[in-house]
């Protein structure tokens, strides 16, 4: 596999050209969904870190402990299979609230659309943001659980442009105040007549 930005960029892509299709208007509400998931998920890891340090981590952590006679957090390293079962949930959960958002009723904001450039342009920016979110956030917990993938789908090789791109990941750099403000102005602009 080449290099993993790569991949992202190319996922980014294909939302870019989902916006195009489906409009902003209708985008916005993806990128609502998406971005109350992403608060969601940085709960559940703090969750998992509280584990990390012994204290109460939940129910996956009691199975894995009565299963293997020890809490896998409070081991130096966490074992591969640990980090994947990690990924798969954080990932697959992320993975599920996308696909929910685009399948279905969505929240779509109301207004007449703009027209011609601008409405291009407004498609192709908010299928960024939504393609920046998405790829960003997998990218994120992809790293987070360090990369716990089979050798044909990573090769644990870095290019120095991702290795630099890590810090600028969504989950990164958004606060919890900050996404919070976002899904509620985003709300706010759904819900105005």
Do not use: C
């Amino acid at each position: 596999m080449g290099p993993i930005e790569i991949l992202w960029g190319t996922v980014m892509a294909f939302f870019v050209i989902i916006a195009i299709v489906r409009g902003y208007h209708k985008e916005l509400g993806v990128t609502t969904v998406i971005l109350a998931t992403m608060w969601a998920l940085k709960q559940a890891e703090r969750v998992v870190e509280a584990g990390s340090q012994g204290q109460k981590a939940g129910i996956y952590w009691k199975a894995y402990s009565e299963l293997h006679g020890q809490n896998p957090l409070k081991v130096a390293v966490l074992p591969i299979e640990s980090k994947m079962v990690l990924m798969t949930i954080f990932t697959g959960a992320f993975l599920l609230a996308v696909i929910a958002a685009y399948g279905g009723r969505t929240l779509t904001f109301s207004g007449t659309p703009a027209k011609g450039h601008t409405r291009f342009l407004l498609n192709v920016s908010v299928g960024a943001i939504n393609g920046y979110l998405v790829a960003g956030t997998l990218w994120y917990y992809t790293d987070h659980f360090g990369y716990p993938l089979p050798p044909w789908a990573f090769n644990n090789t870095l290019t120095d442009f991702a290795r630099g791109a890590i810090h600028y990941l969504p989950p990164a750099i958004m606060s919890d105040k900050l996404i919070i403000g976002l899904v509620v102005l985003l709300i706010l602009m759904q819900v105005r007549k």
